[in-house]
């Protein structure tokens, strides 16, 4: 069927995100109609981001997946220096560790580049995303509403890339440098060559479980200011949640290392802690503001 120009108008129209005119109510199949259009544009934005990833697969490969592998790696001599520095010796260096990976499928090659490229696009495009969500869900929520959730993007993305970050720089080393040199009897008969799928796959569960994992002072400042936990609540759970924090860190490190989940759950019991500052604060706010309004 042959579209008309103001079709056309409004199909690159909601595209680009443009609203100009809009209805004051929106029916049920208007809001699937706009959260399509949005689904869209962040699988657009994740395209780009994975096949730009997958032109330059070769450096990221060699540079980004394979480094926290690498006895070179900036973790190893980091810590070491950082051990000496306070007069520990070399209690923080990590034995030198080289892996040698090896693929046991016809299309393991590029199976894992493909999965290097999609979970690569999901981190590259993960603020563009979330700002789609708040686009969408904006319109719901009142003027007050809104002025809570200033600068949520932002901040929603620093903790995720922070997690990321931790994981990728000190996680991943510790877990791979503890798994690569376990031995198992002591014959020397077992040959540790671990598949390359397996080894991306241990390496992107850690970065998107610590990215998620340190998403929690948000979630608990927007639970905080919707009114379904308080400062003192999460006071009186601590002890609960450090069972939880430990069952987690020991879900995100595939090792059975202490040293790797006690590395995760360190910083997971320090976010706690600021979801506590934090949610506490917004109850500060609110009982000052319920006292000027009575």
């Known amino acids: 069927m042959a579209t008309t120009a103001s079709e056309r108008k409004s199909f690159f129209s909601r595209l680009r995100g443009n609203k100009t005119e809009e209805p004051a109510e929106m029916s049920f199949f208007d809001h699937i ?6 689904i869209i544009r962040s699988i657009v934005a994740w395209l780009v981001g994975a096949v730009s990833i997958f032109v330059y697969i070769d450096w990221i490969y060699d540079n980004v997946i394979l480094a926290p ?4 790696f900036v973790t190893y001599s980091a ?52 700002w789609e969500l708040w686009r969408f869900i904006k319109p719901a929520l009142s003027a007050k509403e809104r002025g ?19 994981g990728y720089y000190l996680l991943a080393p510790f877990t791979f440098n503890f798994l690569a040199s376990f031995t198992l009897g002591k014959s020397g008969m077992i040959q540790y060559r671990p598949s390359i799928n397996d080894y991306i796959d241990s390496l992107t569960n850690l970065l998107l479980g610590c990215g ?35 069952i987690v860190a020991a879900i995100i490190t595939p090792s059975p290392d202490w040293t790797s989940q006690f590395l995760v759950a360190i910083p997971l019991l320090f976010l706690y802690w600021i979801s506590i500052l934090l949610a506490s604060s917004v109850d500060r706010k609110r009982a000052k503001e319920e006292k000027e309004w009575s």
């Open 148 to 166: 809570y959730a200033t600068g949520s993007i932002f901040y929603v993305s620093l903790c995720f890339f922070t997690g990321v970050a931790f």
């Open 33 to 38: 109609e706009e959260l399509r259009w949005h």
């Open 212 to 246: 998620l994992a340190f998403e929690l002072p948000v979630l608990s400042y927007v639970l905080a200011r919707i009114g379904i936990i308080t400062g003192d609540l999460l006071k009186r759970y601590f002890k609960f949640a450090f069972v939880v924090i430990l």
């Open 79 to 130: 810590l070491c220096r950082f051990g000496n520095w306070l007069h520990l010796g070399d209690s923080f260096c990590m034995p030198p560790v080289k892996i040698s990976f090896q693929v046991t499928e016809v299309n393991g090659t590029f199976t894992s580049a493909i999965n290097i490229a999609i979970i690569g696009g999901i981190i590259f495009a993960f603020p563009y995303i979330l």
């Open 69 to 72: 592998a690498d006895e070179k």
